[in-house]
């Protein structure tokens, strides 16, 4: 199994009187968003069904991710996973069973970090060491799992098979 948590990518800065979940992307966002989808694109990481937090940033990233992507898995919008816990993202996983073989996540910070390293437990060291300092805005966390049902997903049983930011993937290219 293989699960991919993605940060949503960069926002605005919140108006007087503005509702949090209503904040759309900046331009950083709009221009991160693609790059991460034509990486994702290019190295296979190809959910077959999606998760959005239902916060306007996140269906935003989702929106502009799954325009560079060839297949549009089924994608649903869970309130749980807006504001909430890693218990909580772990719980909202454990609930897709064994329906879906490559998990995309789209939510928020602290709780998307926070799930990463609790799930982790190998992976490059490099690679761990740059999780471990914070999952940006637009990271995407892929860990891979042995077996093949999410209802058996528990802490320190996954493989950190890579993370990608979009500052990593401009450094790669100049």
């Not at 966002?29 to 991460?36: A, S």
């Not at 807006?82 to 073989?101: D, F, R, S």
Request: charged letters at 30%; aromatic letters at 6%.
């Amino acid at each position: 199994m293989r699960l991919m948590l993605l940060r949503h990518a960069k926002t605005e800065k919140a108006a007087s009187g503005m509702r949090d979940r209503d904040r759309n992307l900046d331009t950083r966002g709009l221009r991160d968003t693609p790059l991460i989808g034509a990486y994702m694109a290019r190295h296979r990481l190809l959910p077959d069904r999606v998760i959005v937090s239902p916060a306007a940033r996140t269906r935003q990233t989702w929106e502009y991710l799954a325009r560079v992507l060839a297949t549009k898995p089924p994608v649903e919008y869970d309130d749980r996973i807006y504001e909430n816990t890693p218990a909580e993202v772990l719980a909202v996983i454990k609930e897709c069973g064994a329906g879906a073989a490559a998990l995309l996540m789209i939510g928020h910070n602290p709780s998307f970090h926070e799930t990463a390293q609790r799930l982790i437990a190998s992976g490059e060291v490099e690679a761990r060491e740059r999780l471990n300092e914070g999952l940006p805005t637009a990271g995407l966390v892929v860990i891979d799992f042995a077996g093949d049902d999410w209802k058996s997903l528990h802490p320190r049983s996954g493989r950190l098979d890579r993370f990608v930011t979009p500052r990593l993937l401009a450094a790669a290219t100049d």
